[in-house]
């Protein structure tokens, strides 16, 4: 099973404060994108969740269906944001 044991706040100027909406998203990409288990990442993030579902291992199912988000752009994993 994909680990999800993000912390649920953020520590910011000495006070805890809950995570945005936006926030616990890309914790939970960055989660998803770093289990090795789900493909690479060259790959976009819609084929890595069809690949660790068809490989038994219950991707969580809100990622399949962030990329879909009218706002932000949720189709590749995180790293394919930095130059190799």
């Known amino acids: 099973e994909i680990c999800r044991s993000a912390p649920e706040q953020v520590q910011s100027h000495d006070e805890l ?3 945005t ?3 616990k998203e890309l914790q939970e990409l ?7 288990r789900c493909g690479p990442c ?3 993030r819609l084929q ?3 690949r660790a579902a068809q490989h038994g ?4 199912r ?3 269906y962030m990329p879909f988000s009218a706002d932000t752009d949720y189709t590749h994993c995180l ?4 130059p190799l």
């Open 17 to 19: 404060r809950p995570l």
């Open 21 to 23: 909406a936006r926030e």
């Open 30 to 36: 960055r989660q998803f994108d770093q289990d090795w």
């Open 42 to 44: 060259s790959i976009s």
């Open 48 to 50: 890595r969740w069809e």
């Open 57 to 60: 291992l219950n991707p969580p």
């Open 62 to 64: 809100e990622i399949r």
């Open 79 to 82: 790293s394919s944001d930095y």
